[in-house]
């Protein structure tokens, strides 16, 4: 029984397996037993066989001779049988352990290959997820980039407009300047090309008057 209880502990999950070898190991002991029960049965009748013929002729001291001898055989044998039951119950036993110890390695074994098999995946599926992060920071510093282009585009171009609007301001008034000094210099020629045309007038009309006779 302790064998037995020791199966169902070790095993744990292994239920099936541990069912089997606690089955296996009663019929080992239930043979054990029969064969015990022969055995004792078998010496009982050997020392029957050998006892008997000594009854008829010695009397009571014979008869008390055949008891004594008959216990001794039969202690004999029964410590024969212990010690056939030690040996027999030691070489089941030492059988259970190694079938335990095999057992037990192969469950370790399983266990190991779908541990080592969860950390293969497990790593497997943390370098893809540091391959996604990877790639997810490229694109990330890509666009900041790309904005931070766009942004240096954004102020250049503010920058030119800026810089086109002082430009226009400053060509509109040399324009403005340029226009009233143009008109005012139009202007003032035009005065003295009046002045100087109403001159040759009047000088060309006094010498008609003159070659007419009128003055």
Not at 54 to 77: I, R, T, V, W, Y
Not at 124 to 135: A, D, I, T
Not at 153 to 173: A, F, G, I, N
């Amino acid at each position: 029984m302790d064998a037995t209880g020791d199966v169902i502990l070790v095993q744990g999950g292994g239920s099936v397996a541990a069912t089997r070898q606690t089955s296996r190991t009663m019929k080992r002991t239930a043979n054990l037993q029969e064969r015990l029960q022969e055995k004792s049965h078998a010496v009982g009748e050997r020392a029957d066989a050998v006892v008997a013929p000594l009854h008829g002729g010695a009397g009571g001291e014979s008869e008390l001779a055949d008891k004594a001898g008959k216990s001794q055989m039969l202690e004999d044998a029964s410590g024969n049988n212990v010690s056939l039951m030690r040996t027999m119950l030691r070489a089941m036993l030492h059988e259970t352990s190694t079938q335990l110890m095999d057992e037990q390695k192969k469950m370790l074994e399983r266990l190991w290959d779908a541990l080592m098999g969860n950390q293969r995946m497990t790593t497997q599926m943390m370098g893809e997820q540091l391959e996604m992060v990877r790639q997810l920071q490229q694109e990330v510093q890509a666009v900041k980039t790309q904005a931070v282009e766009e942004s240096r585009k954004v102020d250049e171009l503010r920058r030119l407009h800026e810089q086109s609007t002082r430009q226009l301001r400053v060509m509109q008034e040399q324009t403005s300047e340029q226009i009233r000094t143009t008109r005012e210099q139009t202007t003032e020629q035009l005065k003295i090309i009046r002045e100087q045309t109403a001159q040759n007038f009047e000088q060309m009309r006094l010498q008609v008057m003159k070659e007419v006779g009128i003055v």
